[in-house]
């Protein structure tokens, strides 16, 4: 299986902050990597598809980047509405695989 | 609008069994692949089970392989998960998700999930 490891586990930064989560997984997945955010109590929501691919609607402060074993999510500048737990997950191979997720506090 | 409203979450002991449905409505069911995506209270995400749009294929995680079978109704626009053998480690919030068109294991569309607890 497909390892994949975020980090950190958990953030604190303020409004209008650069915010950067890192999603490693165990072997190559090519660009096969999507980012979800998951507010308290909701269900997660698909951001990122393709490593790169922002979806509609989803604010443009939003970004991805990465591919082979080490990705990255990118928030340019933070707001209150991004409080958020964020997941990676693999597409590349079966069991698909979610990191562990990301809480990020403001 | 896509929606995804899933149904049947409860208490069940150790051993026991459960069958979860998930509704779907707003898209073309039948043109798209469906999973199951589960959640423990407090922890992670973690992939069960697939279906593809004609039901022909079909994976499992191999936490549930042998316990959990995955099905859909196309005609009724409905998938299931008929779950046996439960244990206290299947407590989770069950998710339905929509596979995105064109975007393999892409889960673009997710119900509000329902709560299956495991316990004595």
């Known amino acids: 299986d497909f390892q994949m490891t975020q980090s950190p586990s958990s953030l604190s930064a303020s409004v209008g902050d650069r915010v950067t989560i890192t999603c490693r997984a165990s072997q190559s997945i090519s660009s096969s990597l999507n980012w979800y955010q998951q507010k308290p109590g909701k269900a997660p929501k698909l951001l990122i598809s393709?490593?790169?691919n922002l979806q509609t609607g989803v604010p443009a402060r939003f970004g991805g980047s990465g591919s082979g074993s080490d990705f990255t999510l990118t928030i340019s500048s933070l707001q209150p509405e991004d409080f958020a737990t964020y997941y990676c997950q693999q597409s590349y191979s079966i069991p698909w695989t979610f990191g562990q997720g990301t809480k990020v506090e403001i | 609008q896509v929606q995804l409203v899933e149904s049947g979450g409860g208490l069940v002991k150790p051993g026991g069994s459960l069958r979860l449905s998930c509704a779907a409505s707003g898209f073309s069911f039948g043109d798209y692949y469906m999973s199951w995506i589960r959640q423990a209270p407090g922890k992670g995400l973690e992939w069960v089970s697939y279906i593809t749009s004609s039901g022909r294929s079909i994976y499992y995680a191999d936490s549930v392989k042998g316990r959990f079978t995955i099905s859909r109704d196309n005609a009724n626009n409905s998938v299931s998960l008929q779950m046996h053998g439960l244990r206290a480690e299947d407590t989770a919030v069950y998710y339905c998700?929509?596979?995105?068109?064109?975007?393999?294991?892409?889960?673009?569309?997710w119900g509000l999930g329902t709560l299956v607890t495991v316990s004595s």
């Open positions: 393709s490593s790169s």
């Open positions: 998700a929509r596979e995105m068109s064109g975007n393999y294991a892409t889960f673009d569309s």
